[in-house]
């Protein structure tokens, strides 16, 4: 079993930056992928950015640039660093561990607007 506790949520205004973290406790995390996934109001949630324990990186192509996602073993804890940030970033976010199961966050809000 593995529980993940984000933070670092928040109001900021377009072209402002933000950092979410994510720590996983439980045995053996450092071997899961790490991800983040967001959720807008009437929409699917999608994957943001992904890390595997040997540091290969996905991003969506729509974060691409703006995000950079990192992930910090010693600590069981996943990064997201977010810059440029525009209202279309507005979700609720959520971290994501997967090693065959899967398991999710209780989800942190992040509001772009001015």
């Known amino acids: 079993q593995v529980q993940l506790v984000e933070s670092g949520g928040g109001l900021v205004q377009p072209g402002g930056s933000l950092r979410l973290s994510c720590t996983a406790s439980g045995s053996n995390t450092n071997i899961y992928t790490l991800g983040w996934y967001r959720q807008a109001p009437g929409k699917q949630r999608e994957l943001v950015a992904s890390?595997?324990?040997?540091?290969?990186?996905n991003y969506a192509e729509s974060v691409k640039g703006r995000f950079t996602i990192s992930r910090d073993n010693t600590k069981n804890t996943v990064y997201l660093q977010m810059n440029s940030l525009k209202p279309e970033d507005t979700a609720v976010y959520y971290c994501n561990a997967q090693y065959f199961v899967s398991y999710w966050g209780q989800g942190t809000q992040v509001t772009v607007s001015s």
């Open positions: 890390i595997t324990w040997t540091s290969v990186i």
